[in-house]
């Protein structure tokens, strides 16, 4: 079973809220990645960090924030939750380079209702 | 828009029948890989091609990529109903192993 662990499953929440979305792995990779999944089921790319303290913007515009004060966390947070933002949310994580490879080992997602 | 497509976009076949999807990209690329969801699940690594490489087997699963096309294929022999999900193909342009998916296609295996 994959080690990257994405809590909630499921979260129904109302507009304004603001929202920590939480991915952790035990893995020691240092990137990471969020990627919004529409019903139609594209992956988008919203947030990517390549170790401590980095972060940057994927190539789909997110309203979200990460941070990534630890190797091991990487959560998301809305500021103020909108019906636009419900989704489904997936974190990923990847080895650096070097290695033969470089699959992404994805959490089990959290599926985010803004009512 | 979307650096991969995949066609078809669903298909359904019978247990025991050989499933086959096709991915096209756009630009070049470091590496190719397919993924597995099953049912709004997170994704699962199944398989990755390098660009320098024109086929690769895993078990039932059979990938080829040929780069002057740009396109890839995934052939699943012998189908089993709990291969049922949708596979994705997702594209490494290099530079830092970010990966963009493309659009999926879903599977049914019948019995």
């Known amino acids: 079973e994959a080690d990257i662990y994405q809590t909630p499953r499921y979260l129904v929440i109302g507009t304004g809220k603001k929202i920590t979305l939480e991915c952790s792995q035990t893995?020691?990779?240092?990137?990471m990645y969020w990627y919004q999944q529409d019903p139609g089921m594209e992956l988008h790319l919203i947030h990517y960090?390549?170790?401590?303290?980095?972060?940057e913007k994927g190539d789909l515009s997110s309203e979200s924030t990460v941070s990534r004060i630890r190797t091991e966390h990487f959560p998301l947070t809305l500021e103020s939750a909108r019906p636009s933002h419900t989704s489904q949310y997936l974190c990923a994580s990847s080895e650096w380079g070097g290695r033969a490879n470089y699959g992404y080992t994805f959490g089990s997602g959290t599926r985010l209702t803004v009512v | 828009s979307q650096q991969g497509e995949e066609d078809p976009q669903a298909l359904s076949i019978q247990e025991g029948e050989n499933a086959t999807m096709n991915c096209s990209y756009k630009t070049s690329i470091n590496n190719l890989q397919w993924y597995r969801q099953n049912s709004g699940r997170g994704l699962v690594h199944l398989i990755l091609?390098?660009?320098?490489?024109r086929e690769k087997h895993s078990g039932r699963l059979r990938v080829t990529l040929d780069t002057s096309k740009k396109s890839s294929s995934l052939l699943i022999t012998a189908s089993r109903a709990a291969d049922t999900a949708s596979y994705f193909c997702a594209t490494d342009k290099g530079g830092g192993n970010k990966l963009t998916f493309g659009t999926g296609t879903q599977l049914k295996v019948e019995l």
């Open positions: 960090s390549y170790g401590v303290n980095s972060t």
């Open positions: 893995m020691g990779h240092d990137k």
């Open positions: 091609i390098r660009s320098n490489e």
